[in-house]
């Protein structure tokens, strides 16, 4: 079930490529895009690089029509975990080591995963993953697995594909990590 078609572009391209769309869908009777006519969402972006998407999707108007798609709970998500790092570090943690004690601790609010970490071709490495996602919800905490083909799933695989907003500061998970290290 597709709720939203976002279609963005600088200039006039957008409005050119909807045009053609659907009177190619009329010429050829495509009923489906015909019917979903007013799922087609229009907007302005500053390029057409795939960086763009993440302008785009903090548009207040494409916010409020995609607010249900897994793609605005994915950028909303990482949003929070930024947030969290500037403004609390004791509360978010990257990295895989980190975040499997912060789940030890029962501390994980929130886990983000890439798709490419929790379906990884090595076993070890995805059985590792799968007992991390299974673990954060059994204690209550909520998983959003990141599509590696989005842009958010990409800034995610540069800070190590997993990170975790956390109920509690738990600020003895660095200092342990940073004294054994001098070890």
């Known amino acids: 079930v597709v709720k939203v078609v976002l279609v963005a572009s600088p200039g006039f391209v957008r409005e050119q490529f909807c045009e053609?769309?659907?009177?190619?869908?009329?010429?050829?009777?495509?009923?489906?895009?015909?019917?979903?006519?007013?799922?087609f969402l229009q907007v302005h972006s500053s390029s057409g690089h795939k960086?763009?998407?993440?302008?785009?999707?903090?548009?207040?108007?494409?916010?409020?029509?995609?607010?249900d798609?897994?793609?605005?709970s994915e950028i909303k998500a990482l949003g929070d975990f930024y947030k969290m790092l500037q403004h609390e570090p004791d509360r978010a943690f990257y990295g895989i080591k980190q975040v499997e004690r912060a789940n030890e601790a029962l501390a994980i609010d929130t886990l983000l995963v890439t798709?490419?970490?929790?379906?990884?071709?090595?076993?070890?490495?995805?059985?590792?993953?799968?007992?991390?996602?299974d673990s954060?919800?059994?204690?209550?905490?909520?998983?959003?697995?990141?599509?590696?083909?989005?842009?958010?799933?990409?800034?995610?695989?540069?800070?190590?594909?997993?990170?975790?907003?956390?109920?509690?500061?738990?600020?003895?998970?660095?200092?342990?990590?940073?004294?054994s290290g001098e070890d």
């Open 69 to 72: 798609t897994k793609a605005a």
């Open 136 to 179: 954060v919800r059994e204690n209550g905490g909520v998983v959003r697995i990141f599509s590696s083909l989005h842009v958010s799933g990409e800034q995610l695989n540069q800070l190590t594909g997993v990170a975790a907003i956390l109920r509690f500061p738990v600020a003895d998970l660095s200092e342990d990590e940073s004294s």
């Open 115 to 133: 798709d490419e970490l929790f379906r990884h071709q090595d076993v070890a490495t995805r059985t590792r993953y799968v007992k991390l996602v």
């Open 51 to 67: 960086y763009s998407l993440t302008e785009v999707l903090c548009d207040p108007a494409v916010t409020s029509r995609l607010a």
């Open 20 to 39: 053609f769309l659907f009177l190619r869908a009329v010429k050829q009777d495509l009923k489906t895009i015909l019917e979903n006519r007013g799922k």
